[in-house]
């Protein structure tokens, strides 16, 4: 069954520092990949989604980017932080590529920008 | 679409009775749904999923129950348990992503 890893599980980031969230998978190939945002208290925002390596799909405009050097791992950045990018941050995915599969999550990352 | 700027609404529940979760959905193009548990800190977990070509699904203490045509979906959980305590949310199917619903929290009282 496929694992997904997630790092670090929290982290303090001062205001207009970056950020580098990485996500691997193990245990499948090809999946489609996923970022979410999950503000205190609140629903899940899809930030970004991949398909395959190289290929981002970008949901919502911000100072965030994604990228997928390779298969099983999804990177989540960002040049300047800004206290509103505080949130947990998950990383999920589909097994294979297929569609109508369960999504799996990882286990978080919690950011606080100050 | 998705909800995410909401602040969840509370179901409590006295344990050892029966919850039931509601979600409405606005694809009438998704095939399929899921509905996952979160815990405080931790990513959602998987409950149970349905297929649009279902309308009951029943697992371990849960049951899933779909009505295409005014696109609701809930969740039952019978005998709830303090254990059952957590945000649960509900995810229809799009093109390559899926939509998540506002959440719920669920609260059991002793």
């Known amino acids: 069954s496929q694992t997904i890893h997630q790092w670090p599980a929290t982290l303090v980031q001062p205001v207009g520092s970056p950020l580098s969230l990485e996500c691997t998978v193990e245990?499948?190939?090809?999946?489609?990949l996923y970022w979410y945002r999950q503000a205190a208290g609140r629903g899940l925002q899809l930030l970004f989604y991949?398909?395959?390596?190289?290929?981002i799909s970008s949901e919502v405009p911000q100072n965030l980017s994604a990228s997928r050097p390779q298969d099983r791992q999804f990177i989540l950045s960002s040049k300047k932080l800004l206290l509103s990018d505080s949130g947990f941050y998950l990383c999920?995915?589909?097994?294979?590529?297929?569609?109508?599969?369960?999504?799996?999550f990882g286990s978080g990352t919690q950011l606080s920008v100050l | 679409g998705e909800s995410v700027g909401l602040h969840l609404p509370t179901l409590s529940v006295q344990e050892g009775d029966n919850s039931i979760i509601n979600c409405a959905y606005s694809?009438?193009?998704?095939?399929?749904f899921i509905w996952y548990k979160q815990e405080s800190g931790k990513g959602p977990q998987f409950i149970i999923d349905?297929?649009?070509?279902?309308d009951k699904r029943q697992g371990q203490r849960v049951t899933v129950l779909l009505n295409k045509t005014v696109k609701h979906l809930s969740l039952q959980i019978a005998a709830t348990q303090p254990g059952d305590s957590a945000v649960y949310f509900c995810?229809?199917?799009?093109?390559?992503?899926?939509?998540f619903g506002t959440g719920t929290r669920l609260k059991v009282l002793a």
């Open positions: 349905i297929r649009s070509n279902m």
């Open positions: 245990g499948t190939s090809n999946p489609n």
């Open positions: 995810a229809n199917s799009g093109t390559y992503k899926y939509i």
């Open positions: 991949s398909v395959g390596i190289g290929q």
């Open positions: 694809n009438s193009a998704s095939d399929y």
């Open positions: 999920a995915c589909i097994r294979g590529s297929a569609t109508n599969e369960k999504l799996f």
